[in-house]
């Protein structure tokens, strides 16, 4: 029964885990968005996958392993590899942000169809917000 107790703990801490880690990676996709929404919207030609993110000031590209949701900012320091310019501490914010509303998600309702379906609902919430806010300007 023990035995049986910490099994099923650990299978929960695993899965809580994953959400959190799962919502660092929608949090960093998120950024993605709301950056580039926006220039989408004033008819540049970038889309959200066809390029590779770039430092906003010198237009270097990150390396894959820069882009580690949080790590990534905490491995450089929250600079620029290149030209050492300061990147906002909003990009890890957010990301924490979203791993957290993940984490409480899967928390609250113990069920994962309806954690998925919760965190999807909040994606779309806020790409809306993203569009509108955009639309106003």
């Known amino acids: 029964f023990v035995g049986f107790i910490r ?6 801490v695993i899965i809580c885990g994953s959400f959190f880690v799962y919502g660092l990676c929608f949090g960093s ?3 993605v968005l709301v950056y580039r929404i926006p220039l989408l919207l004033k008819g540049n030609k ?3 996958f066809n ?3 770039k430092c906003p000031k010198c237009n270097t590209k990150i390396k894959f392993y820069f882009n580690i949701p949080v790590l990534g900012w905490l ?16 990009y890890p914010f ?3 942000l979203w791993g957290i509303i993940f984490l409480i998600n899967y928390i ?12 999807l609902l909040e994606y779309l919430f806020t790409v809306c917000l993203v569009i509108l806010k955009k639309l106003k300007k």
Do not use: H, Q, W
């Open 75 to 90: 491995i450089l320091r929250g600079k620029c590899y290149d030209c050492k310019n300061p990147i906002s501490v909003l």
């Open 94 to 96: 957010y990301e924490l």
């Open 51 to 53: 390029e590779s993110s």
């Open 7 to 12: 099994k099923g703990f650990l299978m929960y």
């Open 108 to 119: 609250l309702t113990t069920n994962l169809f309806i954690a998925i379906t919760l965190c």
């Open 29 to 31: 996709f998120f950024n």
């Open 46 to 48: 970038i889309t959200t």
